[in-house]
């Protein structure tokens, strides 16, 4: 069974829009920590580039994570963000 994964975003917004960007991903937080299966979820803002965003999340397995991909918060996120993010890029650990 797979078990645990760690995963880590690095979100860049286009210039000019990091403030919504971030309000954007901070309004994550709190429904991601209410799913099954979610064991932590964070953001943080880069101090020199306020363009970059962390995200750390861990899940107890990638099935409980797929299933986080598909909820209604984060397709909102992405149509919210859809023209203001330059790239994202997530990389996936197991631990």
Not at 17 to 32: D, F, G, M, Q, R
Not at 36 to 58: A, P, R, V, Y
């Amino acid at each position: 069974m797979d078990k645990g994964l760690e995963i880590l975003g690095v979100i860049k917004a286009k210039s000019g829009s990091e403030e919504i960007v971030k309000a954007e991903l901070l309004n994550l937080i709190e429904p991601t920590k209410h799913e099954k299966g979610c064991l932590q979820c964070d953001i943080l803002q880069n101090n020199k580039n306020s363009n970059i965003f962390l995200s750390f999340e861990n899940w107890e397995n990638r099935q409980l994570w797929q299933d986080h991909m598909h909820n209604d918060h984060l397709a909102e996120y992405l149509k919210a963000t859809e023209s203001l993010v330059e790239n994202s890029t997530f990389h996936v650990t197991k631990f």
